[in-house]
């Protein structure tokens, strides 16, 4: 029953502490190409990026225990993240950033298979992330 009560209590926990925010990237819509292994070809990418200048990069919400990024428009685009000290990944609509560095400088970058029409104010889904 202890242990019951332990798991229930972190699963709170865990749910109060996730915060959501919405971004907004900012620019038009790239040429076509092909990255390997990730995304493959694509028809076109919409980059989002944050710098130190702006306010600092990413930083994490040390409260959450997981920082994600969810394409919320579509579900034929692949999201990779970039960071300043080589953290990176890419998936299918939503990535996972396990523990992110520190960073000058976080980018996420779309890529779309069939280039959508409104690209600068295309909305990505970020939590746990405090940007």
Known sequence: MKTIILSLILLAAVSVSAQTNVIYPIGSVGSPGVKNPCPGTYAGYVDYQK????????????????????DTNRTDTKIVYLGKFSDNGCGQTTVSVPKPAPSQAYRFTVYFTVVPTNATTYPLTLTGFNP
């Open 51 to 70: 710098t130190a200048a702006q306010g600092w990069g990413w930083k994490p919400n040390t409260n959450a225990p997981a920082y994600t990024i969810r």
